[in-house]
């Protein structure tokens, strides 16, 4: 058993932890306040080729592992970019996946080098409002027309949908009722946000106002057979490969997220003076930040081994699923304590540490809930019966 | 035109004060816990610097070398993700605690090693201690000019020509090669590396030379032969106090301030 970082994912990780550091907590209170995508930041990733990380190299990326991208997206969340930062990069390092794994030749050739320099952005449009989690019940609608599919629905939730000019998109091209199989007789398309046939509206959130989720909703767009992303029918099955590096990309972040605010919370209870003594000295502030620590550390070796067996080809789905549980879980609990530890002053924004909280809270719930893991192991790990 | 870059890894000038320590009895900084060293500020503009110059050269070879403990290592990686060609890392237990004097022998002998070099890039001052003596010393041991604190640097016909920041204004000065140039701030940023410049460097190998590599003997090295012995280290403390000055107008008020500070001998 080696425990040894290469290397390389040394390197990546002082280089992504330099190049986040050039953008400070003033820069993403800004963002977050303003609304705005962080363009600067993504620029700086982008120039640098780092959004082609875990692309393969003949389509301009560096043809790395989930090991490495997840290295990245940690240090890029502990820099204090937290899921603004994170968020504005993993769209295109893990979104594409599908398209590197299933695209015709054709297809990646014409998307992926776009994609790795940054100029190409595409959200992902899977959740829709009554499907929820149950993803084979959508109802947004390809119907063949010569050449090309006529897309029908709504989506919501998509995130960066504002800046994308396409999207990742799963649609029923046969009816639920048709299907011998409930996950059968869905298909993924590159879809053209094509403002004729496409509305965008922005949903208000708790956090990570940098990066907008949007409610979207497709009117007749027409989308060339061209831009179909693996077989028709067998989309949820090409979505479902992917699933397991977005997990373990999530996990990195919240782990980094956790990270960031358990380091702020530690220097504030060190300095802190109350009762004439450093907050820190007393152990009801001391333990649940000792606590944290010791739960992420645990944390990132759940995400080290699960992005260890997906870069070696080997099954990762409970390990996968377990790290996105847990670090999304103690990453969390961390900001909270951290919300705590800095009393009155961690409820405002000049401290940073609310921004931590709200952002990271989200991964408790997307891309998949703690609940839905827990099903997961729950059945597979532990041979209980199917609960739903 | 072959260029030697010297880096040095320093603790991170961001350590919140209240981590930064020292041992006072072995007159030694006490490494923040948790907080990485990293590449001294001014390093990465001279190797943006030399890596400009081989380009405008039209070729050459950019050198780095950084006398270090092991993790020191980094802060070459970091110069050879930058683009720069080779690395040398001095490191010998025999260099601990040695001065500036001993170091800038110990860098002119590894320059010398080396050979063929028109040029030495270095940082202004090291952001730890901040003397910018080292450069001087190196000049001294090598026999070659010294220009300090550049914002631009050219290669003439003959030589360099160099843009000096003074305090009040800029001072251009030409120097034969070889020579030494440290760079300033002012200089510009260095580039961030490229993700696949990352890789690259990551797989070069960094030579390592001892102090017996460099022919530099017992009596050149140690803390024992250090030319400027360390009489104490300590963190000066700063004491600071509040008194609001009372007063019923703004005019007593200023009255009752003018007699505090004529009383405290401070007017
Ligand atoms: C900020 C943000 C960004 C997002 N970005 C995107 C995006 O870019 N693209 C995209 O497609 N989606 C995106 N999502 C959507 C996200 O993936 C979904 O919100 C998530 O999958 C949960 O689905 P739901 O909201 O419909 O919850 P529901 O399915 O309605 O679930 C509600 C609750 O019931 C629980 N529950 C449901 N069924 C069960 C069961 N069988 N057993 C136990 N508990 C159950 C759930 O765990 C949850 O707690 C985003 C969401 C957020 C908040």
Not at chain 1, 149 to 165: R, Y
């Amino acid at each position: 058993m080696d425990f040894e970082p290469t290397e390389a994912q040394q390197q990546i990780r002082t280089q992504a932890k330099a190049l986040a550091g050039r953008f400070d907590d003033a820069y993403w209170r800004k963002c977050d306040q303003a609304h705005e995508f962080p363009w600067e930041f993504y620029e700086a990733f982008a120039d640098a080729g780092w959004l082609g990380i875990a692309m393969p190299e003949e389509y301009g990326g560096a043809g790395l592992g989930i090991t490495e991208a997840s290295i990245l997206l940690e240090e890029v969340s502990a820099s204090g970019a937290a899921m603004n930062g994170a968020t504005a990069l993993h769209l295109t390092i893990f979104g594409l996946n599908p398209v590197v794994r299933h695209g015709t030749e054709e297809l990646k050739q014409r998307i992926l080098p776009d994609a790795a320099a940054g100029r190409l952005h595409v959200a992902f449009g899977i959740t829709e409002p009554t499907a929820g989690l149950d993803t084979p019940s959508i109802t947004t609608f390809a119907r063949r027309d010569g050449d090309r599919f006529i897309v029908s629905g709504q989506k919501v939730w998509t995130s960066k949908a504002k800046e994308s000019s396409k999207v990742l998109l799963l649609a029923r091209t046969t009816k639920i009722e048709e299907c011998a199989k409930r996950t059968d007789g869905m298909t993924l398309f590159l879809a053209d946000l094509d403002p004729k046939y496409v509305t965008i509206r922005e949903i208000e959130k708790l956090g990570r106002h940098a990066v907008d989720s949007n409610e979207v909703f497709y009117d007749d767009l027409p989308v060339d057979a061209r831009d179909v992303v693996g077989e028709v029918g067998r989309g949820f099955y090409h979505l479902i490969d992917g699933l397991n590096p977005e997990r373990i990309l999530i996990a990195a972040e919240a782990l980094g997220t956790g990270r960031v605010a358990l380091a702020k919370a530690a220097a504030y209870a060190k300095d802190r003076v109350v009762f004439g003594r450093p907050i820190g000295q007393n152990q009801g502030i001391q333990f649940p930040l000792a606590d944290s620590y010791a739960k992420l550390k645990a944390a990132e070796l759940m995400i080290r081994k699960a992005a260890w067996l997906y870069d070696t080809g080997q099954p990762c789905g409970a390990e996968a699923n377990m790290a996105k549980y847990l670090a999304s879980e103690w990453g969390f609990e961390a900001a909270d304590r951290s919300l705590q530890t800095h009393g009155g002053f961690g409820y405002a924004k000049e401290f940073d540490v609310e921004r931590y909280w709200r952002e990271v809270r989200v991964m408790r719930i997307a891309p998949v809930t703690q609940e839905m893991v827990l099903n997961f192991i729950g059945q597979h790990e532990l041979g209980l019966p199917r609960s739903y | 035109m072959n260029i030697i870059v010297c880096v040095k890894q320093i603790p991170d000038p961001e350590t919140p004060a209240a981590s930064f320590k020292v041992d006072e009895a072995a007159k030694k900084v006490i490494p923040a816990q948790g907080i990485a060293p990293v590449v001294n500020p001014y390093d990465p503009q001279a190797t943006e610097a030399a890596l400009r110059l081989k380009d405008a050269a039209g070729g050459g070879k950019v050198t780095v070398i950084s006398l270090g403990p092991d993790s020191a290592r980094d802060a070459i990686k970091h110069a050879l993700a930058m683009g720069a060609d080779e690395g040398v890392l001095l490191n010998d237990p025999a260099f601990d605690d040695i001065d500036n004097f001993q170091t800038a022998n110990a860098l002119a002998a590894a320059i010398k090693k080396i050979g063929e070099c028109d040029l030495v890039l270095m940082g202004r001052a090291s952001a730890d201690w901040d003397m910018g003596v080292v450069p001087l010393g190196v000049g001294q041991a090598l026999g070659v000019p010294v220009v300090s604190v550049a914002k631009a640097i050219e290669k003439t016909a003959n030589g360099v020509k160099v843009e000096r920041v003074l305090d009040d204004g800029f001072q251009t000065v030409e120097a034969p090669l070889p020579a030494i140039v440290t760079v300033s701030n002012e200089f510009g940023e260095p580039r961030y590396p490229q993700l696949r410049q990352i890789m690259m460097a990551a797989k070069k190998t960094v030579q390592v030379w001892s102090a017996a590599d460099l022919g530099l003997g017992a009596d050149a090295t140690g803390a024992a032969n250090r030319v400027m012995p360390l009489e104490a280290l300590y963190v000066p403390k700063v004491e600071s106090n509040v008194e609001i000055i009372e007063g019923d107008s703004p005019e007593e008020k200023a009255r009752n301030l003018a007699q505090k500070l004529r009383a405290a001998k401070l007017i």
